[in-house]
């Protein structure tokens, strides 16, 4: 069972460039979720999906875009990197939304740092 | 508002019982989740509440009092593979999770 995978695990970017983050989930969810994590501070929604086709931004979406061209992937994109974004990136997938108990499954985790 | 309150970190022995706590403040909630992240990994989910009392599940419990907005985590029997970050979460009006920042459990021989 791969369940939620990420791609790439590890990044390392200059100013300015840009990049896209896989996320791909197997247990035919709806929901996904992109949240980064920084230290001291809790996980941050940046976009999320309720299904294909469909994106809304979270807590903290500048700097970000995303797309849900087909239902199992979710991909997030920095467009011109900047060293804010120095960050743990989780992708998340959610049969249901909270209402209804919607356990998250998450990712390993993409590690990335912009120098 | 919207804020999750939990210890930053706490220590305890190896075979002890620990008891994890979170506060929240919100207009619209929705349910509150634990989950579990060890160094380096993935967030996993132990437990949600959404009305009042006392789940338990293993050696893991999670309490909840809606009128206090309030919820702990009890941990017992205490293993060394306990030693991880606790993440409170709970779903606001929109059905969104909003995080805590983790409590670090450190756990004694």
């Known amino acids: 069972n791969a369940g939620v995978t990420q791609t790439p695990k590890f990044r390392v970017l200059k100013t300015g460039q840009s990049m896209t983050l896989l996320c791909a989930q197997d247990m035919n969810h709806e929901y996904m979720y992109w949240y980064r994590q920084d230290p001291g501070m809790g996980l941050r929604l940046i976009h999320y999906s309720v299904g294909e086709g469909t994106t809304a931004k979270g807590e903290v979406p500048d700097g970000y875009n995303v797309s849900r061209l087909k239902k199992q992937n979710f991909l997030l994109g920095l467009e011109s990197a900047a060293p804010s974004q120095t960050s743990v990136y989780f992708c998340a997938s959610s049969y249901s939304s909270g209402r209804v108990s919607g356990e998250l499954f998450f990712g390993e985790g993409s590690r990335l740092t912009v120098l | 508002g919207q804020n999750i309150d939990q210890p930053t970190e706490m220590t305890a022995t190896e075979g002890a019982i620990v008891q994890i706590n979170c506060t929240y403040q919100?207009?619209?909630?929705?349910?509150l989740f634990w989950y579990q992240q060890h160094a380096g990994e993935a967030p996993t989910f132990l437990s949600y509440n959404v009305l009042d009392g006392l789940e338990e599940k293993g050696r893991f419990s999670s309490f909840l009092s809606r009128s206090k907005g309030y919820s702990y985590l009890l941990l017992k029997e205490l293993q060394m593979k306990d030693s991880a970050s606790y993440l409170c979460a709970e779903t606001d009006s929109n059905y969104q999770l909003i995080w805590g920042a983790g409590t670090k459990l450190i756990i004694k021989p």
């Open positions: 919100t207009s619209g909630f929705n349910g």
